[in-house]
């Protein structure tokens, strides 16, 4: 099936710093979602895309969707100990109604 | 509250039972998921509907069947053809096509000994 590539799988930093991930395809999205999932439970929205290009942030959190509508980047900014999660990008494609995710990145942070 | 509903949050099975997993949602949205995720992966598609009374295979659809016969409703039937059943089940439902916001349940971990 269709996959999309993210990375790093994992990151292990310190309070405070900044985190940065991505999100790639060889195929065209018309749409990108950021989701973070805690352990045992649902991925929780936190960004959605639409247009190429397109800068949105939620709170400490940036994400792009890229102009060759084949990658998104998020960044998470000052992060802090409820920043633990596993983060998946989603993303929706022109020809297809499948909701296709990313591998997974990770992300532990140390106090 | 709206939202979507999982159940069970857990699930035992006998290999070689059929088991159905319940998904519903009172969002009005038009299109529903199922996923299957394994520890330390990622989601898998396994069905999806955009519309009442028809759904789609995904990519790992084998050995589950699903029915859209209500527009809340969205269950998935783990059948006995499944050979690695025992993972963490996931349903989400998005509003329609364009708005492609997905909304996630709980999930509901099975279990098959």
């Known amino acids: 099936g269709q996959q999309l590539n993210q990375s790093p799988q994992s990151m292990f930093i310190q309070e405070g710093e900044d985190v940065s991930m991505n999100c790639t395809s060889s195929?065209?999205?018309?749409?990108w979602l950021w989701y973070k999932q805690d352990p045992g439970e649902g991925p929780v929205l936190l960004i959605a895309?639409?247009?190429?290009?397109e800068l949105t942030s939620n709170g400490r959190l940036t994400a792009q969707f890229g102009i060759t509508r084949k990658d998104s980047f998020l960044n998470i900014s000052a992060s802090i100990p409820s920043d633990v999660g596993i983060y998946f990008c989603?993303?929706?494609?022109?020809?297809?109604?499948?909701?296709?995710f990313g591998t997974g990145t990770r992300l532990q942070v140390f106090p | 509250d709206g939202g979507i509903t999982q159940s069970p949050k857990y699930l035992f099975r006998k290999e070689g039972q059929n088991v159905t997993l319940s998904c519903e949602q009172n969002?009005?949205?038009?299109?529903m998921y199922w996923y299957r995720q394994d520890p330390g992966q990622g989601l898998r598609l396994i069905y999806y509907?955009?519309?009442?009374?028809?759904?789609q295979k995904g990519d790992i659809a084998e050995g589950y069947s699903v029915s859209r016969e209500k527009k809340e409703s969205f269950p998935l039937t783990v059948t006995s053809a499944q050979k690695n059943p025992t993972a963490f089940y996931l349903c989400?439902?998005?509003?329609?096509?364009?708005?492609?916001?997905?909304?996630f349940g709980q999930g509901t971990r099975l279990t098959v000994v």
């Open positions: 195929s065209i999205f018309n749409t």
């Open positions: 895309l639409y247009k190429a290009g």
């Open positions: 509907s955009q519309i009442v009374n028809d759904f």
């Open positions: 989400a439902s998005s509003a329609d096509r364009e708005r492609a916001e997905a909304f």
């Open positions: 969002l009005n949205h038009d299109a």
């Open positions: 989603a993303g929706l494609t022109y020809n297809t109604d499948k909701l296709i």
